[in-house]
């Protein structure tokens, strides 16, 4: 296996405990492959998954939607909707594709001899790690957990905390297992690069162009793989922005910093829960826009091939007939086809958040409006933050 994978072996253990990743590491052959296990680990995990989806639903009707405006109801219950069927649908995606995944990981996370030896030292290793990224977004869950169990009264209130803390670790888990991926193609474009400054480079030619075709396909492969689930995730982080937004247009309005002087730490740390989750969009965006930075220098080293190297060859013809086939391309990563993932998202979200926020205000008006209108006097409107 890659230097990469052997890194991140614990996440990818996790995430095929989640069924995230449909395959394991056959040491034997020193390859992935889907196994019986794997499948007994999807049929596992689809039961599961489809319990907690029924049981969260019930819960957050009962104990939750029903103490919001209509308003607020209505929005939480699509947000409520899209929470519970990131997992479930990660889980359906990957057993429907679970043949392109396996070849897609034999591809980025097998050794590859000579590009190996063209990885930089300890720094690069570093660089890559995501292990102490994922255990600081787990440490503060859990402690976000524990907040919300020590502040709640009811059990069926604290068993819903918990479904909630645990969903939001599997899908940092899924975000992490997407960035993976993306950021192998990255780091084999860098070890190209290497490659490519090398004294070898003359006698390896054909392997540098080959392998720059064959890991800059994988970019299409990770969309068409883990696109769908990265599109829900981006829906929900919007939803929860919008929640953020909202509180804050609260506060300034109300002149009110938090609702309950003895709930001070709660909800602000609420509030911080709820930032976190932009952070879900930024790891996965940071990646592509990285990756497809990386592609592209790699693309454009080979400019001045010509300048100081054996013109007039076959080894500058190719490297010519590349140049003409890959320097002005852009390759970037998609959501399903909908939009590129790079920095132009960060301006679609928030486009989106003010928009809707918007339409939430207006709507927030017509219903105190219409509920003063109908009791013949004034009446206070307190709606609630909807609190992931």
Not at 263 to 282: C, E, K, P, R
Not at 314 to 340: P, T, V
Request: proline fraction near 1%; charge should be positive.
């Amino acid at each position: 296996m890659s230097s990469l994978y052997r890194q991140h072996s614990r996440i990818f253990q996790i995430s095929s405990l989640l069924y995230f990743t449909p395959c394991s590491y056959n040491e034997e052959l020193g390859r992935f492959e889907a196994t019986k296990r794997n499948l007994t680990v999807f049929g596992v995990a689809l039961v599961l998954t489809i319990s907690f989806w029924v049981y969260d639903i019930h819960l957050m009707a009962t104990n939750v939607l029903r103490t919001y405006t209509t308003v607020f109801a209505a929005v939480g219950g699509i947000e409520l909707l899209i929470y519970v069927s990131v997992v479930i649908c990660t889980i359906l995606n990957v057993f429907v594709k679970r043949q392109r995944i396996t070849r897609l990981m034999n591809l980025l996370f097998r050794p590859d001899r000579i590009l190996d030896r063209c990885s930089s030292t300890n720094s690069a290793d570093a660089r890559y790690n995501e292990n102490r990224k994922l255990l600081a977004f787990a440490l503060f869950i859990l402690f976000g957990m524990f907040i919300k169990l020590f502040h709640l009264k009811t059990a069926e209130l604290k068993i819903l905390r918990m479904m909630t803390a645990g969903r939001f670790l599997a899908i940092w888990v899924l975000i992490f297992v997407h960035r993976l991926h993306v950021r192998a193609i990255g780091q084999r474009m860098e070890q190209l690069r290497v490659l490519y400054a090398s004294e070898e480079l003359e006698q390896h030619l054909d392997y540098f162009l080959h392998r720059y075709d064959r890991y800059s396909r994988q970019i299409g492969e990770v969309d068409d793989c883990y696109s769908f689930p990265v599109v829900l995730v981006f829906l929900l982080v919007m939803l929860q922005l919008i929640y953020l937004a909202e509180h804050l247009y609260s506060t300034i309005e109300t002149g009110r910093m938090m609702p309950v002087a003895d709930n001070f730490f709660y909800s602000f740390f609420s509030q911080v829960w709820q930032t976190v989750y932009g952070a879900l969009g930024y790891y996965c965006i940071s990646a592509c826009v990285t990756a497809s930075e990386e592609v592209e220098e790699t693309a454009l080293c080979t400019r001045h091939f010509d300048d100081y190297r054996l013109q007039n060859t076959r080894a500058a013809k190719q490297i010519q007939k590349f140049l003409l086939k890959n320097l002005h391309q852009k390759k970037k990563f998609s959501a399903c086809g909908f939009f590129d993932i790079d920095n132009t998202v960060i301006y679609m979200v928030f486009s989106s958040i003010v928009t809707y926020l918007v339409i939430l205000i207006q709507f927030k008006q017509l219903e105190t409006d219409l509920t003063q209108a109908g009791d013949g006097y004034n009446v206070t409107s307190n709606v609630s933050t909807v609190q992931p």
